[in-house]
């Protein structure tokens, strides 16, 4: 299936800042701020970036769970950027999220089977016999046993509640899953079965996945494509082999460099940021980056912002730097 | 090389407790919070005085030897404020027996408290159930709504709690005018704030945790959502809460009685009882101590047993 599921334009969230006697809004914090993005049928797009860079914020706008400030979103041709009530329960169905923490995200005083079967009741599927032959169906497909159904939360460990977690969000078929960086709150053994079940799953049932995290090395392993995000902006956007091969942005090297690797002796060209992430309250002028930019050239990246421009050489990448895509890029190093 | 091992040894660990587990029952959080309150003594003893306690009241008639506001004068040979007469500790055969003496208007005391336990239970049990329900609804709608109607509520809360809880129940039962059903109302809206409280805080807690957004994202309405995921896992505290609110209701209730706005006579209640004879402390202590002492076990009862409810649903000792 060619084609884009989402289309996102212009997408911003501010959050207020409420202070003083009174809780007047004194300020906002731009969580999302300015986001284009594309995701097609059938991929699995990760979207890279370091706490608090508003990854989750524009996860939780695609599921609807947050509503956007401005811009839209377009979902299977339908704009979904408000609706709301009635209207939604469709979208419901077909646009599902699964959690970060695998502790918080299953109500304790539920059975497991309840707790995965709650999407069916709610959408109609009304016949309990049905109801508990799909709910074993999901169960065998992450790998759980039909024994497990009348079982509560605290009777699993963090791997299988995580499981349960994603036959929760799959029970009703949907079209795209946005994974909440599912494997971070996991064990490095847990996160590579985790992986590799979403990842059967995503091509057994072609979902479509935008699979959130701030880890580069199990993004990689996952993707077809990463977006990169900085203070609410995606700075690279790009497919996979591309990005790890010849990443552009100055944010995305630094990200790469960082990630260790299994060899003492091995030399290693580590690019260190200075500085630490700006506050988005107060965001820096021009380009977001440029104060912790090796590269940032004075009178230009702190003046005027780059948005995502297409990088040169033909293939399909787009960074937002000044002096590495664009017209006006200098050649790349 | 010695983490991977333990690592492999914890998931062999696993795997093997999962497997043994599958013979056994599901166990959900009431059903261990009931293994844990069986394993605690002062929990146990505390159910042991209030399932005691219940029974008396249940079969009151079977147990009290006479009618509570049965005046005794002229039927048998006794007189005003008779100390206790047990047989077996050596009271002569010939003069009747009352295990807790006679009180002022030559009624046996035994009878009366006996009789004087369905009163105090009763109106413990309407207190708290009156103070739960509305106090939680009130907390529950604060803590999911929030903005100025949180604002509204708690503020009236705050204006309850900022009165002397007596002082306050005082004040009502003047409006009302006395009685036990006044009493009542009135121990119910001081305590209101408490539960409203407490729900108001769960609410807020349990309504970021992400099965609540994973409903949501499921299309669950508002309303599903409160019932079926907020409430059930916010009652917890409000249990202990509730049992404990037992205790004070009924000490409460007492000392209203005790100051003549509860219980009116001749109705036999404990604080009434101890009022009408605090004057004969010296002289007959047997009038104000076995009231008293009914009033203690009560309290003291009700509060073992939520504290040991308390201890059994502490999610913090969930393993």
Redesign the interface.
């Known amino acids: 299936m060619a084609g884009n599921l989402v289309e996102v334009r212009n997408l911003v969230k501010e959050f207020p800042v409420k202070g003083g006697l009174l809780q007047r809004q004194i300020g906002k914090v731009e969580a999302v701020a300015d986001v284009d993005l594309d995701i097609r049928h059938g991929e699995t797009i990760g979207l890279v970036g370091e706490s608090g860079c508003g990854k989750t914020t524009l996860g939780r706008m695609l599921?609807r769970?947050l509503e956007p400030t401005s811009g839209t979103i377009r979902f299977d041709g339908q704009d979904v950027t408000h609706i709301h009530g009635k209207d939604?329960?469709p979208f419901?169905?077909r646009?599902?999220?699964i959690?970060?923490?695998p502790y918080?995200?299953?109500?304790?005083?539920?059975?497991v089977g309840d707790?995965i079967a709650?999407?069916l009741k709610?959408?109609g599927v009304s016949d309990k016999d049905e109801r508990h032959q799909r709910v074993v169906e999901m169960l065998e497909l992450v790998g759980l046993?039909e024994?497990h159904v009348?079982?509560?939360p605290?009777?699993f460990?963090g791997g299988q509640r995580q499981r349960i977690?994603i036959a929760?969000a799959l029970i009703?078929k949907p079209d795209l899953v946005v994974a909440d960086e599912p494997v971070s709150a996991l064990?490095v053994?847990v996160q590579a079965q985790v992986l590799n079940l979403l990842k059967e799953i995503q091509q057994e049932l072609s979902l479509t996945l935008l699979f959130v995290a701030h880890n580069l090395a199990v993004v990689e392993h996952i993707s077809d494509r990463i977006a990169v995000m900085y203070l609410g902006r995606i700075v690279e956007l790009t497919d996979r082999d591309t990005l790890y091969r010849n990443p552009l942005h100055p944010y995305t090297q630094a990200l790469l460099s960082a990630i260790p690797v299994p060899d003492p002796d091995r030399p290693r060209n580590r690019t260190i940021l200075q500085g630490e992430i700006p506050s988005p309250i107060n965001p820096p002028s021009g380009c977001h980056f440029h104060p912790r930019c090796p590269i940032a050239r004075k009178d230009l990246c702190d003046v005027e912002p780059p948005s995502l421009m297409d990088a040169p050489g033909g293939v399909e990448h787009q960074a937002a730097c000044w002096l590495r895509a664009g017209d006006r890029a200098v050649a790349t190093g | 090389m010695t983490v991977s091992r333990k690592?492999a040894i914890e998931?062999l660990e696993?795997e093997a407790g999962d497997i043994t587990?599958?013979f056994e029952k599901?166990?959900?959080?009431w059903r261990l919070a009931l293994r844990r309150f069986r394993g605690r003594r002062s929990g146990m003893t505390g159910l042991f005085i209030v399932v005691g306690l219940i029974l008396v009241a249940l079969f009151a008639p079977i147990i009290a030897p006479y009618e509570p506001n049965e005046i005794l004068i002229g039927v048998e040979d006794v007189t005003r404020r008779d100390p206790p007469c047990i047989h077996l500790l050596g009271c002569p055969e010939e003069t009747p027996q009352h295990i807790m003496g006679l009180d002022g208007n030559v009624r046996d005391v035994f009878s009366r408290i006996v009789y004087g336990s369905r009163v105090s239970l009763t109106l413990g049990f309407f207190t708290v159930t009156l103070a739960l329900v509305v106090g939680s609804t009130i907390g529950a709608i604060s803590g999911y709504a929030g903005g100025w109607l949180d604002n509204i509520l708690m503020r009236i809360m705050d204006v309850i709690l900022g009165f002397p809880s007596l002082l306050l129940a005082i004040a009502i039962v003047a409006v009302l005018g006395p009685g036990l059903r006044n009493a009542l109302l009135a121990i119910a809206i001081v305590t209101l704030p408490g539960y409203a409280r407490v729900m108001r805080a769960q609410v807020l807690a349990i309504k970021e945790?992400?099965?609540v957004?994973?409903?949501?994202?499921?299309?669950?309405s508002t309303r599903s959502i409160l019932l079926k995921?907020i409430i059930?896992?916010s009652l917890t505290p409000l249990v202990v809460l509730a049992t404990l609110g037992v205790a004070t209701a009924i000490l409460e209730a007492a000392g209203l009685s005790f100051l003549g706005l509860g219980a009116q006579p001749p109705a036999a209640e404990w604080g009434s009882m101890l009022a009408r004879e605090r004057n004969q402390v010296f002289t007959s202590p047997h009038l104000v101590f076995f009231p008293g002492i009914a009033i203690m076990l009560t309290v003291l009862g009700f509060n073992l047993m939520g504290d040991g409810m308390r201890d059994a649903l502490d999610p913090t000792l969930?393993?």
């Open positions: 599921v769970l939604l329960r419901r169905r646009v599902q999220i959690f970060q923490d918080g995200s299953l109500d304790p005083r539920g059975q707790t709650e999407g709610l959408h046993k024994a009348g079982r509560y605290h009777e460990s977690g929760r009703l064990d053994s | 690592k998931l696993n587990r599958l599901p166990t959900g959080q945790n992400d099965y957004t994973a409903s949501r994202a499921l299309g669950s995921r059930p896992n969930n393993r």
